[in-house]
Each structure stands twice: as structure tokens, then as C-alpha cells.
């Protein structure tokens, strides 16, 4: 890994499980697991789309792995922006554990051309609440996540015909590093 400048490393934590998202916390799960630092999910298989949208639309990659992460192994995934740019939906990544990197593939699934681009600004956002409802409508289930002013600012735009969203933005790095620590 000598040629990785760190300086291009983002470093996030992640979490693994066979089959995620079922129940009915997927937003919260989602929200939770971005606000703790994560920048991926490795699975095996996602129990819904629904929750693996909701991961996309907080800016965390959901990866499809066959082989298990433990707690404390990392995940290197070398030139992860580049691939993303050039439209590839398969990455070969490291799992380090116990000093050793071991060789894997991991895979994202299909894709539309917007979860890609989520991905790539960091997550589904929003600098206006007229730009946040314009944004929500490619996304038949939408929410609003904020304080008491945004949600006064909300209530008279709600119906059940009319989306709605707002998150918070932040930008990958070009090489993408995890922590398996849950």
C-alpha cells in the first residue's frame, strides 16, 4: 500500500452483518450508523431496498461482500472515487486482520445513475427547504430530519402527495478505509 498517499485516505467506521435491514428502524439504523462515523455497509444481502436505499441517501456505501468481517479487521477499498467516476459497481478491497491484508471483491449492486451520484456528493442533501422537496421526488418514501423551526417550516407543505427530505452533506475521500468496531 506504499503508492496510497494518506493524505487522500478517508477513514470511517463500518458495520457487518449477513442480512441488515428488516424491522422497523431501517431509517433510524441508517441515521444512527452515519452519525457515528460510518462511511460503509458489508453484507452478504440486504433484507430490503428499502433500508439499503436509506443507507445511499446517508451516504453510506452498501457493499455486498462474501466473506465476514470481525470486529477490529479494516476494510481498504484502494481508488473507490476513480472506479465510482468511471461507472464500475465492483471494487477489489483488503481486508486487514491480524496484520495480514487479505484480497477481496466487493460489489455494490445495481445502481441508478442517482445513487451513484448520492454517493458521490456525500449523501442526498439539501441547502433549502424548497431545494429539499424539489430533491425528495426521486424517492417515493422521503423524510424530514431536523429541529422544531424546520418542522414548523414543514407541517404546512405536508401531504401525502407532496415528498419531503432534508439530510446533511459531507464528501468522500478518494481511497475509502473502515473499522469494523460494532
Known amino acids: 500500500f506504499e503508492q496510497l498517499d494518506p493524505n487522500l485516505v478517508g477513514i470511517g467506521s463500518t458495520i457487518y452483518a449477513h442480512k ?40 453510506i ?24 467516476e468511471q461507472g464500475k459497481g465492483d471494487f477489489d478491497a483488503y481486508i486487514i486482520t491480524g496484520g495480514k491484508a487479505v484480497k477481496t471483491r466487493l460489489s455494490l449492486g445495481a445502481m441508478t445513475g442517482d445513487e451513484k451520484q448520492i454517493l458521490m456528493d456525500g449523501c442526498l442533501i439539501a441547502n433549502s427547504l424548497d431545494n429539499a422537496i424539489k430533491l425528495s421526488s426521486i424517492d417515493s418514501e422521503a423524510f424530514c430530519v431536523g429541529g422544531a423551526n424546520l418542522y414548523a417550516q414543514m407541517l404546512p407543505r405536508a401531504a401525502p402527495s407532496q415528498p419531503r427530505a432534508c439530510a446533511v452533506p459531507y464528501k468522500h475521500a478518494k481511497e475509502m478505509l473502515c473499522r469494523n468496531s460494532f
Do not use: H
Request: hydrophobic share 35%.
Open 61 to 84: 456505501f452498501p457493499f455486498l461482500s462474501d466473506k465476514s468481517i470481525e470486529e477490529g479487521d479494516y476494510v481498504l477499498v484502494p481508488d473507490l472515487r476513480n472506479g465510482m
Open 20 to 59: 441488515p435491514g428488516d424491522g422497523s428502524a431501517r431509517e433510524q439504523a441508517a441515521s444512527c450508523q452515519r452519525v457515528i462515523g460510518a462511511w460503509a455497509n458489508f453484507a452478504r444481502e440486504y433484507a430490503t431496498k428499502r433500508y439499503r436505499s436509506n443507507l445511499i441517501n446517508w451516504g
